[in-house]
């Protein structure tokens, strides 16, 4: 599975943007699928993630209520739509395909389930 995140750019406190994640490959629409983030100095920490029929979704204490995580399998698209943002936001965003077909709701946010990596793409929320 190839992956191919865009949509990262610079807005100011308050603002909105929305992350597309573009999946390609073997059976790609069929893989849970996440986001998550990684901050200067920081680890790479979890955001949101959607099982594959969509039905279920996992957020970040920390962006829940302000962000959107939703796909298009027809299109093999996973979006981020981030509301509200704050200078704490600011990040390289990473999305990410589940290693396996079959992933518990428990371990949603968990970077050990996802083998497969975009190359991220550059938010930055100025005050």
């Known amino acids: 599975v190839q992956l191919q995140a865009s949509g990262g750019g610079s807005v100011q406190t308050g603002d909105s943007l929305t992350l597309s994640c573009t999946a390609s490959g073997r059976a790609s629409v069929s893989y849970t699928m996440g986001w998550f983030r990684q901050a200067p100095g920081n680890e790479r920490d979890f955001v949101a993630a959607i099982t594959w029929t969509g039905r279920s979704t996992l957020y970040a204490d920390s962006v829940k209520g302000r962000f959107t995580i939703s796909r298009d399998n027809a299109g093999n698209t996973v979006y981020l739509q981030m509301n509200s943002l704050n200078p704490e936001d600011t990040a390289v965003y990473y999305c990410?395909?589940?290693?396996?077909?079959?992933?518990?709701?428990?371990?949603?946010?968990?970077?050990?389930?996802?083998?497969?990596w975009g190359q991220g793409t550059q938010v930055t929320v100025s005050s």
């Open positions: 990410a395909a589940a290693s396996s077909l079959g992933v518990n709701y428990s371990d949603l946010g968990l970077k050990e389930e996802y083998g497969y």
